[in-house]
């Protein structure tokens, strides 16, 4: 004979109804237990998914702009190049010395002394003095100075003397401090 859920009268139909729901969630009590960790669990693995897809979002963003980051260091790269030439991380006392031998023929000048000096630290950059002693004419001295001033490099002039030239090549003979610089990557004190 079979069941016949129908037949039943509405209070049993009931009682079967809560019974079955009863069994169900004890079953499911007993079977699964700990809904409250899981809950938890999800809750904190939604969190961290969230955490992770806002990282990426970062990263996207930074991605995108990654060509940008890199035309800018470029740049960068080529204005320290440009930096470096005017102040170098190396005193390059023979580039210098030619440079200013070529200089001094150019000017007509008779280049008699070329005495690189100690560096001297400064905050961020070191002092290379470089002591002098040309012969030749005035204005040619003149000349001298005005073509070392539009070098590349920054130098300063200093201490000239100028004295008459009894021996040899032109009317003068002078001394000076012909100082450039030399940056410090170190970062020097001043001493």
Known sequence: MAFEFKKLPFGAQIGVITAVAGVLVAGA??????????????????????????????????????????????????KLNDLLAILPTEPETGELLKWVKNLADQSNLDLMAFTPGALR??????????????????????VFFDRISKYSRIINVSGVSIGGNKDGHGSIASTFTATTFVYDEKGGTPQ
């Not at 400064?122 to 204005?139: A, C, L, S, T």
Request: net charge negative; no cysteine.
């Open 29 to 78: 009590w007993m079977g699964y237990p700990n809904f409250s960790e899981m809950k938890k669990k999800n809750i904190a693995d939604q969190q961290r998914l969230e955490e992770l897809q806002t990282e990426i979002r970062k990263g996207q963003a930074i991605e995108a702009k990654l060509p940008e980051f890199e035309k800018e260091i470029e740049n960068l790269q080529l």
């Open 121 to 142: 630290p400064q905050e961020f950059y070191k002092e290379f003095p470089i002591n002098m002693n040309v012969r030749g004419d005035y204005h040619d001295l003149g």
